[in-house]
């Protein structure tokens, strides 16, 4: 089987180039750039691709990589930082550019060939991101690709299968990023895609095996698309060493606690044990308002009483959880030097209280890439095509202090959006659509009477892969139906 391996110097992006990679249906893992050369000859890559990253090459602790993987006689493709560091590496000069590019920008591809083949006379799209730029190529080296501002885009080595770039083709505002990955991957390294995710399927069935053995396996079901095929993929290894449960906190939808439960032992035929929690989880929120202190109570809340049900299972050694690499990449750096973006995720930290062996089995893959294994596992499309629902609930959707009463009203308030945007089929046009209850209330007229009622927001937002999201333009007759009723 073909294998990519891709360097991590720190790129927000990092995920996205594997992603891409998986789509071209060519196998890759992610390790950091520091990792040792023997550790790359073992893992036997036909090709390296090393990210991109906030650092500048010449800072004093910039992230580097052992200079000698470029002399193992593999193709190797720098993006952005990389590009920067192949560059200084080989002996070529990069600054700081006079003229920084970010977001849209254009570049003119001097050879369509090789990495360029098949691309257009002209200029070309693509999305920048660097503030540093080479000044001059290293020996050996031509420029293939120039931005509108003159800058070198491109550089390459045709006779070691060395490339950079200078743009992200890993991302969608790169309109042939795609095409360009699939010159280097199927052109130059000359690579035939041949990974599925039936193969990952298949690949993590036989890793769980090895690894549980006997022995049992805790996983903790939400009711989302994640924990499910989880618990689905979890079902299909280990059948007999899987323990389910699920919590319902009092702060899901309307119905869903019961919805959750049903499809697991009826159509999923997977045993699910359901613990009800609400009044517990409320009363430890009465009076809470800062959204941040929610979160913490009700994952302080959560772990404990997840302690509780695990004590009452003997002979448990493992805990599946359904963590994603977004939720990776905004709690913790991720194999390589990252920015940290977000603390509130609960990544890893439930094993350290209870001395339980972790198990994540979607810890490389986004949400897109879950639904797919959901549907290989035969699962109903009502839970692979659930929207994402953030682990305190509808608590964070409460502004204000989280009481009974308000609670039910969000409930049916969110109800009715899931509704009508599932009547207009837009509900799996969009990443996320729910309803927010504000800490106000307002006038407004009621048939021949004056009410003084809630005002509820509206949050919908489109994304691919949950890493980058933007507001959805909806029609107004959709808005219409929902503001009414």
């Given at each position: 089987?073909?294998?990519?391996?891709?360097?991590?110097?720190?790129?927000?992006?990092?995920?996205?180039i594997?992603?891409?990679?998986?789509?071209?249906?060519?196998?890759?893992?992610?390790?950091?750039?520091?990792?040792?050369?023997?550790?790359?000859?073992?893992?036997?890559?036909?090709?390296?691709?090393?990210?991109?990253?906030?650092?500048?090459v010449y800072?004093?602790?910039?992230?580097?990589?052992?200079?000698?993987?470029?002399?193992?006689?593999?193709?190797?493709?720098?993006?952005?930082?990389?590009?920067?560091?192949?560059?200084?590496?080989?002996?070529?000069?990069v600054?700081?550019?006079?003229?920084r590019?970010?977001?849209?920008?254009?570049?003119?591809?001097?050879?369509?060939?090789?990495?360029?083949?098949?691309?257009?006379?002209?200029?070309?799209?693509?999305?920048?991101?660097?503030?540093?730029?080479?000044?001059?190529p290293?020996?050996?080296?031509?420029?293939?690709?120039?931005?509108?501002?003159?800058?070198?885009?491109?550089?390459?080595?045709?006779?070691?299968?060395?490339?950079?770039?200078?743009?992200?083709?890993?991302?969608?505002?790169?309109?042939?990023?795609?095409?360009?990955?699939?010159?280097?991957?199927?052109?130059?390294?000359?690579?035939?895609?041949?990974?599925?995710?039936?193969?990952?399927?298949?690949?993590?069935?036989?890793?769980?095996?090895?690894?549980?053995g006997?022995?049992?396996?805790?996983?903790?079901?939400?009711?989302?698309?994640?924990?499910?095929?989880?618990?689905?993929?979890?079902?299909?290894?280990?059948?007999?060493?899987?323990?389910?449960?699920?919590?319902?906190?009092?702060?899901?939808?309307?119905?869903?606690?019961?919805?959750?439960?049903?499809?697991?032992?009826?159509?999923?035929?997977?045993?699910?044990?359901?613990?009800?929690?609400?009044?517990?989880?409320?009363k430890?929120?009465?009076?809470?308002?800062?959204?941040?202190?929610?979160?913490?109570?009700?994952?302080?809340v959560?772990?404990?009483?997840?302690?509780?049900?695990?004590r009452?299972?003997?002979?448990?050694?493992?805990l599946?959880?359904?963590?994603?690499?977004?939720?990776?990449?905004?709690?913790?750096?991720?194999?390589?030097?990252?920015?940290?973006?977000?603390?509130?995720?609960?990544?890893?930290?439930?094993?350290?209280?209870?001395?339980?062996?972790?198990?994540?089995?979607?810890?490389?893959?986004?949400?897109?890439?879950?639904?797919?294994?959901?549907?290989?596992?035969?699962?109903?499309?009502?839970?692979?095509?659930?929207q994402p629902?953030?682990?305190?609930?509808?608590?964070?959707?409460?502004?204000?202090?989280?009481?009974?009463?308000?609670?039910?009203?969000?409930?049916?308030?969110?109800?009715?959006?899931?509704?009508?945007?599932?009547?207009?089929?837009?509900?799996?046009?969009?990443?996320?659509?729910?309803?927010?209850?504000?800490?106000i209330?307002?006038?407004?007229?009621?048939?021949?009477?004056?009410?003084?009622?809630?005002?509820?927001?509206?949050?919908?937002?489109?994304?691919?892969?949950?890493?980058?999201?933007?507001?959805?333009?909806?029609?107004?007759?959709?808005?219409?139906?929902?503001?009414?009723?």
């Amino acid at each position: 089987m073909s294998k990519v391996l891709i360097l991590d110097f720190g790129s927000q992006y990092t995920q996205l180039i594997a992603r891409r990679v998986r789509e071209l249906k060519v196998y890759c893992e992610i390790l950091p750039c520091t990792v040792l050369l023997d550790q790359i000859r073992k893992f036997s890559p036909d090709a390296i691709i090393l990210s991109g990253g906030p650092s500048s090459v010449y800072d004093k602790e910039a992230p580097t990589a052992d200079r000698r993987l470029l002399n193992l006689d593999l193709p190797v493709l720098g993006i952005c930082y990389g590009m920067q560091w192949i560059a200084k590496m080989e002996g070529g000069q990069v600054a700081p550019a006079l003229v920084r590019e970010y977001g849209f920008s254009k570049i003119h591809v001097l050879k369509r060939e090789g990495l360029f083949a098949g691309f257009p006379v002209g200029e070309t799209p693509v999305w920048m991101s660097h503030g540093d730029h080479v000044v001059s190529p290293p020996p050996g080296y031509e420029i293939i690709a120039e931005s509108h501002n003159k800058l070198h885009a491109a550089i390459g080595n045709t006779q070691k299968k060395i490339y950079g770039i200078q743009f992200h083709p890993e991302v969608v505002h790169t309109p042939l990023g795609k095409q360009l990955l699939q010159n280097f991957l199927y052109r130059v390294v000359g690579l035939e895609g041949n990974w599925s995710m039936e193969t990952f399927v298949e690949k993590k069935v036989d890793e769980i095996r090895k690894i549980v053995g006997t022995r049992k396996v805790l996983c903790a079901v939400s009711g989302g698309v994640d924990s499910s095929t989880m618990a689905a993929l979890l079902h299909k290894a280990v059948p007999d060493q899987l323990e389910s449960f699920f919590i319902d906190n009092g702060l899901l939808r309307k119905n869903e606690g019961e919805r959750v439960v049903d499809l697991f032992n009826r159509h999923m035929k997977i045993p699910l044990k359901k613990i009800d929690a609400g009044e517990r989880f409320l009363k430890e929120l009465q009076g809470i308002e800062e959204p941040e202190q929610k979160r913490k109570i009700i994952g302080r809340v959560f772990i404990d009483v997840f302690e509780e049900e695990a004590r009452k299972i003997p002979g448990v050694h493992f805990l599946a959880q359904g963590t994603l690499y977004p939720d990776v990449i905004e709690s913790v750096s991720f194999r390589g030097p990252s920015a940290t973006i977000k603390s509130h995720h609960n990544v890893g930290g439930l094993p350290e209280k209870m001395n339980l062996t972790l198990i994540e089995p979607f810890r490389e893959l986004f949400k897109d890439e879950v639904r797919m294994i959901g549907r290989l596992l035969g699962m109903a499309e009502e839970i692979v095509q659930r929207q994402p629902f953030p682990g305190p609930g509808l608590a964070v959707r409460v502004i204000g202090e989280v009481t009974k009463e308000r609670l039910n009203v969000l409930k049916e308030a969110d109800d009715i959006v899931i509704t009508e945007f599932k009547k207009a089929e837009f509900y799996n046009k969009v990443w996320q659509s729910f309803a927010v209850l504000l800490p106000i209330k307002t006038v407004g007229v009621m048939g021949d009477n004056r009410t003084y009622e809630n005002v509820i927001a509206l949050r919908v937002v489109e994304s691919q892969d949950g890493m980058t999201a933007d507001w959805v333009r909806l029609p107004p007759e959709l808005l219409g139906k929902i503001s009414s009723r």
